[in-house]
T-cell receptor, first 114, second 116 residues
Framework: GENVEQHPSTLSVQEGDSAVIKCTYSDSASNYFPWYKQELGKRPQLIIDIRSNVGEKKDQRIAVTLNKTAKHFSLHITETQPEDSAVYFCAAPRSSGGYQKVTFGTGTKLQVIP | EAGVAQSPRYKIIEKRQSVAFWCNPISGHATLYWYQQILGQGPKLLIQFQNNGVVDDSQLPKDRFSAERLKGVDSTLKIQPAKLEDSAVYLC??????????????FGNGTRLTVT
């Protein structure tokens, strides 16, 4: 099955600095790469995603980059704010028998220090 | 659009008791997922439905867990009998998946289960 490795497991940054989280996947057939944010005690929510025909996607302070050759994709958060503090999960769904099989990364706990 | 609905929000039971969770996905979403999330870990897939059929239950402890999705809409997940290690948040999610086109998951607020 798909193996998704996520690093780092924890990340502390000063407010205003940038944060980068990286995920590596194993299945070359994966073609969709979402990132989810989970605040303490809340449900995971999609914050940004990218498809394999695009190398980079940006939404305000958040961006995702994809390197299909190396099989890794990264989440970039610029000008971090305290409300960015949360656990971030990557996923690398792949199609199997007409449905998608979703494997999540192990998560990165981001702490933004005011 | 209305989100994924789950109930109850919290549940405390003693070990060896039974418990059931309910989920109503977003209207039109054919795929429904049940995840177990233990504190400090990522979501672990328990079972996945496509309409009313099971497409993946490889990580479901079938000796104690069961799930159904009658009529391809809402779903129930049951644990009988519960063990201490079942203490976790049970997340239901749904997605609009058509053919091989992958799409984002929409999660419910989850049910926090505590087994004492």
């Amino acid at each position: 099955g798909e193996n998704v490795e996520q690093h780092p497991s924890t990340l502390s940054v000063q407010e205003g600095d940038s944060a980068v989280i990286k995920c590596t996947y194993s299945d070359s057939a994966s073609n969709y790469f979402p990132w989810y944010k989970q605040e303490l005690g809340k449900r995971p929510q999609l914050i940004i995603d990218i498809r394999s025909n695009v190398g980079e996607k940006k939404d305000q302070r958040i961006a995702v980059t994809l390197n299909k050759t190396a099989k890794h994709f990264s989440l970039h958060i610029t000008e971090t704010q305290p409300e960015d503090s949360a656990v971030y999960f990557c996923a690398a769904p792949r199609s199997s028998g007409g449905y998608q099989k979703v494997t999540f990364g192990t998560g990165t706990k981001l702490q933004v220090i005011p | 659009e209305a989100g994924v609905a789950q109930s109850p929000r919290y549940k405390i039971i003693e070990k060896r008791q039974s418990v059931a969770f309910w989920c109503n996905p977003i209207s039109g979403h054919a795929t429904l997922y049940w995840y177990q999330q233990i504190l400090g870990q990522g979501p672990k897939l328990l079972i996945q439905f496509q309409n009313n059929g099971v497409v993946d239950d490889s990580q479901l402890p079938k000796d104690r867990f069961s799930a159904e999705r009658l009529k391809g809409v809402d779903s129930t997940l049951k644990i009988q009998p519960a063990k201490l290690e079942d203490s976790a948040v049970y997340l239901c999610a749904s997605s609009f998946t058509q053919g091989g086109y992958n799409s984002p998951l929409h999660f419910g607020n989850g049910t926090r289960l505590t087994v004492t």
